[in-house]
């Protein structure tokens, strides 16, 4: 089983309709995820992070957690082209006290005029 | 605020050189942290430094190693190049126990 899964998609959306990107994690101590844009040749760009469980909205984007199912999700509302990139969920596991992020596959975001 | 920077942008090396790639971190920041990034996958954690000490590693060789100088900045190095060590390098800075890492624009390495 890997430790952070993503489906790698790609998910198609119109503009202006919400895309939901979800991500699922094995670690069940881990304690903060964050969730990355990368651009096609660019590096990963945070976006959102999360530490509690609940929902947490910035922006046009809402990044939603629940623990007891270890699972992440991230919401981009009123989706605009450029928003078209790939989404990496990531995870801090903190074991071995130090702080690391286990990362997705990723998964590709098309949004289409 | 000056942000993560690393050089140079993109390397091509022979299979068996030795490459080192640089980083810069952010204003501020005393923790740096490498990644690979293959194509299609997600980065995979190599090492992270603390105040000048490597304090976490990730599945990789012995070949991959690193410093961190008194200016919180860091050099990746790889030995023997193999092909499948062609990827995106990424390089993180951080501030102590915040977990919020911000990468720099990677090296795109290509072992040929």
């Known amino acids: 089983q890997k430790e952070v899964e993503q489906n790698s998609g790609p998910l198609s959306v119109p503009e202006g309709a919400i895309a939901s990107l979800n991500c699922t994690y094995s670690?069940?101590?881990?304690?903060?995820f964050f969730w990355y844009r990368q651009y096609s040749g660019k590096s990963p760009e945070l976006i959102m992070s999360?530490?509690?469980?609940g929902d947490k909205e910035d922006g046009r984007f809402t990044a939603q957690l629940n623990k007891a199912s270890q699972y992440v999700s991230l919401l981009i509302r009123d989706s605009q082209p450029s928003d078209s990139a790939t989404y990496l969920c990531?995870?801090?596991?903190?074991?071995?006290?130090?702080?690391?992020?286990?990362f997705g596959a990723g998964t590709r975001l098309a949004v289409h005029p | 605020e000056t942000g993560v920077t690393q050089s140079p942008t993109h390397l091509i090396k022979t299979r068996g050189q030795q490459v080192t790639l640089r980083c810069s971190s952010q204003?501020?920041?005393?923790?740096v942290s490498w990644y690979q990034q293959a194509l299609g996958q997600g980065p995979q954690f190599i090492f992270q430094?603390?105040?000048?000490?490597?304090?976490g590693r990730g599945n990789f060789p012995p070949r991959f190693s690193g410093l961190q100088f008194p200016n919180y900045s860091s050099e990746l190095n790889v030995n023997a190049l193999e092909l499948d060590d062609s990827a995106l390098y990424l390089c993180?800075?951080?501030?102590?126990?915040?977990?919020?890492?911000?990468f720099g624009q990677g090296t795109r390495l290509t072992v040929v």
């Open positions: 999360i530490y509690s469980n």
């Open positions: 204003s501020g920041h005393n923790t």
């Open positions: 430094y603390y105040r000048e000490e490597e304090n």
């Open positions: 993180a800075s951080s501030l102590d126990d915040n977990t919020e890492a911000f």
């Open positions: 670690d069940r101590g881990s304690q903060s």
């Open positions: 990531a995870v801090n596991p903190f074991s071995g006290g130090y702080n690391k992020l286990i």
